[in-house]
């Protein structure tokens, strides 16, 4: 894949010299008293001043000092926000959309949960991850994970084939390897590719994504967490005290922490910081069952993923026909270059003629043209791991993005390490894998 993207640092940011900001906590005492006034006065003259309430406003917010806040409501930013709030501190949760919305990366009813990882650093962080996605179950009341399998299949020679199976056994991820001769007995309805293996990780399963988002915002307000949906962040001043700008106002607080998806590069850029990433427009693919129920959650029927082969260069993957009925999700792990405010205007759909000739060969139970074609995109990095880093820079200030397609699942363990970076506690995983450091090589300096 090519990112021609890069990778900065600045040395002064123009919000500190006060541009680039819309200038509304620098308001002073006294030009605040006469909005104040103002303000009242055209309100017993039954007129709206607008530009008097914005400045209302941001005095009001600027004396609103926060322990922290995060930038993006998706899975990333609400599941740190609410371990923040879990351990006592005063947290702001900002969001540039009206919420729920389906324009990021966490929207959509069901994400892949799997411990079926080559990495020994993921299996470890997905051990931890189940056990908290099922506090949140109870926590929350909700089932939001139901265990289905995957199957795991590719060309049994492969680096890749190999690398997961022996990955899931080393791991002693409960897992069963299925012979060719054996697999229209285990999994009807799918045709396996020749001389290609198969391997079912029975842990892995579907998460209910949409719910378990709205559950995570949930439990961080029930903590006392303060979410402000519909404001975007225009303006970021670092400091011991940083300041974040929004049409309405400022907010202030000792640490932040930056888990803006698609627009991560968008938020960097107001602390100097750009990261090579990749953001892609991906068709989200529903096929129709010929027989309703064939590929049914309720039958049992995996997730699955598909290696790259010879014929397909990237993965594909599908989950069980569920949250539409009738409908089977089967989608490609990739998608063209989009600018995520531009997202609807990427319109190639090249992907989904491979899919098409795939499901042709392998899924003959399903028909061969999308009935439902849903967008997503994915912030991707180089290596397709993730940053979870401190700025170079600023120490209190915490970044979470690159999820790469592959992130939903880590939620309450990526919002636990960002927490504890951003509470300057030790992290409870590795973090050396998501530095920031390894994209040295597309380092650029602006001086
Ligand atoms: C089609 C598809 C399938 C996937 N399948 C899986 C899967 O099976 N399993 C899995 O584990 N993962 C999967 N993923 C990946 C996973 O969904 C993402 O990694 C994850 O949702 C990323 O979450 P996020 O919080 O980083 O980003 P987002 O959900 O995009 O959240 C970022 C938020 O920041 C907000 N924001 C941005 N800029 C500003 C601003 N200036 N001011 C205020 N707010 C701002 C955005 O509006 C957005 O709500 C899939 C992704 C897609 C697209
Ligand atoms: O994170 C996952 O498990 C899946 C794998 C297939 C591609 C999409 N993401």
Excluded at 120 to 132: G, K, N, Q, V, W
Excluded at 277 to 294: A, D, F, H, M, S
Aim: glycine residues 10%; charged residues 20%; proline residues 6%.
């Amino acid at each position: 894949m090519h990112c021609g993207l890069f990778f900065f640092l600045r040395r002064h940011y123009p919000g500190r010299r006060g541009r680039g900001h819309s200038g509304l906590h620098k308001c002073n005492s006294r030009t605040s008293a006469r909005a104040l006034r103002r303000h009242r006065k055209s309100r017993k003259e039954g007129r709206v001043n607008l530009p008097a309430l914005r400045n209302l406003g941001a005095e009001e917010m600027s004396s609103q000092k926060y322990d922290c806040i995060v930038i993006g409501a998706g899975i990333q930013g609400s599941y740190t926000a609410y371990h923040l709030a879990k351990n006592n501190r005063k947290t702001l949760l900002i969001e540039q959309f009206a919420l729920p919305h389906a324009r990021g990366s966490s929207h959509g009813q069901t994400r892949i949960i799997r411990k079926a990882y080559e990495e020994d650093f993921y299996f470890h962080m997905m051990e931890e991850s189940y056990l908290l996605w099922s506090h949140m179950e109870a926590e929350s009341g909700v089932q939001l994970y139901r265990q289905t399998g995957l199957l795991v299949t590719g060309p049994e020679k492969s680096r890749d084939f190999q690398g997961m199976k022996e990955a899931l056994e080393l791991n002693r991820v409960p897992s069963v390897v299925l012979a060719p001769e054996e697999f229209p007995q285990h999994i009807p309805h799918f045709k396996l590719g020749d001389g290609h293996g198969a391997v079912v990780d029975t842990t892995a399963g579907v998460l209910y994504a949409d719910r378990a988002l709205k559950a995570v915002q949930g439990a961080f307000q029930k903590l006392g967490g303060v979410i402000k949906d519909g404001e975007k962040v225009s303006g970021i001043t670092p400091g011991s005290e940083v300041t974040v700008t929004t049409a309405s106002g400022a907010h202030k607080a000792a640490s932040l922490v930056i888990t803006a998806g698609p627009w991560a590069n968008a938020v960097l850029s107001h602390v100097g910081l750009q990261l090579p990433l990749q953001v892609q427009k991906i068709n989200v693919c529903y096929w129709r069952e010929k027989v309703p129920g064939t590929y049914s959650v309720s039958r049992r029927f995996p997730c699955f993923i598909q290696l790259p082969s010879e014929m397909e260069k990237t993965d594909i993957y599908g989950l069980p026909s569920n949250e539409y009925p009738g409908l089977m999700k089967v989608c490609y792990h990739a998608g063209s270059e989009t600018d995520p405010d531009q997202r609807d205007k990427q319109t190639d759909r090249g992907d989904v003629a491979i899919l098409s000739s795939y499901i042709s060969r392998h899924l003959p139970g399903l028909e061969s043209v999308p009935a439902v074609v849903e967008s997503c995109m994915y912030t991707v990095t180089p290596d397709h791991h993730f940053v979870l880093d401190r700025h170079p820079m600023h120490s209190n200030i915490i970044i979470g993005a690159g999820f790469s397609g592959h992130g939903f699942k880590f939620g309450p363990v990526v919002g636990k390490v960002l927490c504890e970076l951003s509470l300057g506690r030790p992290p409870s995983h590795d973090l050396s894998p998501f530095k920031l450091q390894r994209f040295q090589n597309f380092l650029k300096s602006t001086l």
